[in-house]
């Protein structure tokens, strides 16, 4: 599946890849409709409804994933929301092994997220994850989501890479779709991004069922 002597950098992305993505659904499309529907004085239907809408409306955009936008769209406090509930945040199966085998490899090892920093840092005292890094980047900083394509210029200043000797690991189509776009030539995404979620099916791309097949 990977010719390792072919790699030099190895991108990840978080939520869905590393973690499992049922805390953020569970997050979204659950904990945080009952929340608004609380604060709001909503039916939970109508808090659903109108989230829905919002939702919408800012998915692939980097607001998608920014806490402050949220905050102040839905009056609650997310990352406080998130604090509350963080219990639900999980390490994917082998990723730590996973993580480790790449630094044996000689590998360098970048976390590439659209999550917010106050997300990531959430995540990373929960998990611990953050050691296993040669750098974190979000998408925040570059002031770009990863579907867009001035994404990866911008990535290639703050962080030099050959996009033929690197590989990219990601949940995401769109954001695969837009690396692949860019040059990047080894792209995997992943089987089961939420643990409670169903299997997803693409034919561009390999989906890997566990770490373990490409250690
Ligand atoms: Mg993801």
Redesign the pocket.
Known sequence: MIDWSAIDKVFL?????LLD?HFDNHFWLEYVPLKYAQKHDLSHEDSKQKLDQKYLAAMGSLNWYCTDYWSKQLGLDIPALKKEVQQKIAVRPQVEEFLEFLHMQGKRVVLVTNAHPASVEIKMNKTGLHVHFDRIITAHELGYAKEQAEFWPKLQTVENFDPQRTLFI???FDVLDSARTYGIKHLLAIRK?DSQGDDKQHHAYELLDSFSQIM
């Open positions: 992305d978080l939520d869905g890849t993505l990601d949940d995401n991004p």
